[in-house]
């Protein structure tokens, strides 16, 4: 199982929903509140994927979005955080690599991307 994990800062209720829509097929998310934990599933490549949603990540700001599936529509965090900007414009984080929970995250630095572009910035 491949997972992929992305912070949305100041997620806007239905906006996960909507982005997904063109990225996965048989999209099943609502998302229509994000206060509480929101689990959802879609297809990709005919495979299944699990979607959650983890809200308060890092402080109230943040919430967790983990895509989980044998087959996924991008191939690292970055690229995930890469479209999620595009179609929410909000500030999106991720973490800089090939992490894994338990490990340590290089330096403390993730990726920021938001108005002013892409930095690897420590998270405070």
Known sequence: MN???IYVRDLKAGAVSEWLEGQVDQL???DSQVETVVKGSARFEGARLRITLYPGAF???FTSLVIEGAALPWASDLECARSAWRAMATEIR???GEWREGDPVED???WRLDH???HKVVWN
């Open 116 to 118: 002013r572009g892409e």
């Open 94 to 96: 991720c973490s800089p």
């Open 108 to 110: 403390g630095q993730w």
């Open 59 to 61: 402080g109230k700001r």
């Open 3 to 5: 997972d992929l994990e």
């Open 28 to 30: 099943e998310l609502d």
